[in-house]
């Protein structure tokens, strides 16, 4: 990978670490008060719903920040360190951990009666697609492990 691509990534994963702090700070809980105030009925929820929509955003940011380090390895250590795999490991616990906040988040709209079944729909492919993304990175992460020994192997021959 060259300088010029690096540079690019990281100055988008830069832009979408600070668009999620601001929706963090600032949209969603100026958000979840207006929908407070527009559906009394379910002004409880603002609460949890809050806190499950923040921490996956921080699910999210962990992600960013671990492809941030990883292409810090690549640069200095090349495309396979050892060292990834923590990275790799923080990645797959942040999209299960936001996995469970969806089923959460659905268990809690579907308690309440407060979600239609577009919603629930929404909730379920969410749910779907993180459990194939976490299975997916845990794929790419044993390729990692086999790069590695190959690559080891090599070095004793060579």
Same mark, same amino acid.
């Given at each position: 990978m060259n300088r010029a691509t690096i540079a690019a990534l990281r100055a988008l994963l830069a832009l979408m670490i600070l668009l999620l702090l601001v929706a963090q700070t600032v949209a969603l809980p100026l958000t979840a008060a207006g929908w407070a105030r527009s559906f009394p009925e379910f002004a409880g929820l603002q609460a949890p719903c809050l806190v /499950? !929509? /923040?921490v996956f955003i921080v699910c999210v940011q962990v992600v960013l920040v671990c492809?941030?380090?990883?292409?810090?390895?690549? !640069?200095a250590e090349g495309p396979f360190s +050892?060292? !990834?795999f923590r990275y790799v490991d923080t990645i797959i616990t942040a999209i299960v951990v936001a996995d469970a906040l969806i089923v959460v +988040? #659905? +268990?809690l709209? *579907? +308690? *309440? %009666?407060? !979600?239609?079944? %577009?919603i629930l729909l929404?909730? #379920?492919f969410g749910v779907v697609v993180g459990a194939g993304l976490a299975l997916l990175v845990g794929v790419?992460?044993?390729?990692l492990r086999r790069a590695i020994t190959l690559?080891?192997?090599l070095s004793e021959v060579v």
């Open positions: /499950i !929509a /923040i492809v941030w380090r990883m292409l810090d390895l690549f !640069a +050892a060292r !990834a +988040a #659905l +268990a709209l *579907t +308690a *309440t %009666s407060a !979600a239609n079944p %577009s929404l909730g #379920l790419l992460r044993g390729l690559e080891q192997d």
